[in-house]
């Protein structure tokens, strides 16, 4: 289950770097003072591309892989994406994600990087969410988007899916073998890193299947060197997984025991900095139904463009229109969807939304509540 969303943000630092930024500062009295003046969404600085909704793998937790391929609409070609893209209402991206599916069953994936690099001038941030499989594909097309990024002083990221170790991740995505060709794709990333710097982590989503190895996932961490990104398993229409709920969610005893752990990184604070106040918050929505605290970069200025060219506003809006229909900022600022996203966003889906990502944006906007939280919270 990949996550649209930007997961291999820098890690906050007490002395030095985003938290005490001259940008940073200025980013966080945009964000919170600009944000109230604005009667619209501004033209979005973020945006996920779901390159294709083909996957290879065949996951308990996510059932995208069981959709049939809809022969009328094909993922968007190159040059279909490239005429989308080179629309003026995307020209403020500062920050894409390449996601699926899985990308990598692109064969074209580094030519959609190199276009979006040629056509987004805004653009500082890159990144791949991918299973990593299989590895020589993974490798190659990351060396050479490593190599596009690094000719333009874009930042590259890659996270790699890894729910658990061995045998389970290997029960979880329904492939035997899996598990030793995602380590083969680590281990290959991280060789890449010598020459050009990538951001690589791995994503764990966090479910019933592996709450009672996730205090493993840490200590992998650890020992391999690369930062894992935890997130809570959802079930929703667009993964195809509403007949995987009693897998995906934790009720009862396990919810407690998913509270438990989530306290515990928390509690970590030198190791996970601004994330250590996310899971801190994301437990207290397990744990007493608590409404979301923290940003959204989605709602701050991100946008969804689906493999068929459908728009979302995020990853829990239904479609408003196809782009290939409409022209994206018709779309984006059409009355009734703006109603829609005050309305029925904003008061009634936010609230409940689990906070996956704390990347640059969010975290510039909850800078202040990052502070009191890393120095003066006891968890």
Not at 16 to 39: D, E, F, Y
Not at 141 to 170: M, P, Q, W, Y
Not at 209 to 234: H, K, Q, Y
Request: with cysteine.
């Amino acid at each position: 289950m990949s996550r649209p969303s930007i997961l291999n943000e820098r890690h906050l630092s007490l002395g030095k770097g985003i938290l005490w930024g001259g940008r940073t500062i200025a980013s966080w009295a945009a964000l919170n003072l600009g944000r109230r003046l604005r009667k619209k969404p501004p033209l979005p600085s973020v945006l996920t591309v779901y390159v294709t909704y083909r996957c290879n793998l065949r996951c308990r937790i996510c059932g995208i892989w069981k959709q049939p391929p809809d022969e009328a609409h094909p993922d968007l070609s190159l040059d279909g994406l490239e005429t989308i893209i080179a629309d003026p209402f995307f020209r403020r991206v500062r920050m894409i994600n390449l996601n699926g599916g899985e990308p990598n069953l692109r064969p074209d994936l580094p030519g959609i990087a190199a276009m979006l690099i040629r056509r987004l001038p805004r653009l500082r941030a890159l990144s791949v969410n991918s299973n990593g499989l299989p590895p020589e594909t993974t490798l190659r097309n990351a060396r050479t988007i490593a190599g596009l990024c690094r000719e333009k002083g874009i930042r590259f990221s890659v996270s790699l899916s890894l729910h658990g170790t061995g045998r389970l991740f290997d029960d979880i995505v329904g492939l035997p073998g899996a598990y030793e060709n995602v380590m083969a794709s680590f281990s290959g990333l991280k060789a890449l890193r010598r020459d050009d710097p990538i951001h690589l982590s791995a994503n764990c989503v966090m479910t019933g299947l592996n709450l009672s190895e996730l205090d493993e996932m840490p200590a992998w961490s650890e020992r391999e060197g690369i930062p894992v990104n935890f997130t809570l398993g959802e079930v929703r229409e667009r993964f195809n997984n509403l007949d995987m709920a009693s897998a995906v969610l934790t009720e009862g005893d396990r919810r407690k025991k998913m509270v438990a752990f989530l306290r515990s990184l928390a509690s970590r604070k030198r190791v996970y900095r601004q994330h250590s106040l996310r899971y801190a918050r994301l437990a207290e929505m397990l744990e007493r139904d608590a409404p979301r605290a923290l940003s959204c970069h989605y709602f701050m200025g991100g946008a969804i463009l689906g493999a068929d060219g459908h728009l979302y506003y995020c990853k829990k809006c239904p479609s408003l229109g196809n782009v290939l229909e409409r022209s994206a900022r018709e779309i984006y600022f059409d009355p009734e969807n703006i109603a829609f996203r005050k309305n029925g966003l904003e008061k009634s889906i936010c609230p409940s939304c689990p906070p996956n990502t704390f990347n640059q944006m969010e975290a510039s906007r909850d800078l202040h509540k990052i502070l009191a939280f890393l120095l003066f919270s006891r968890r």
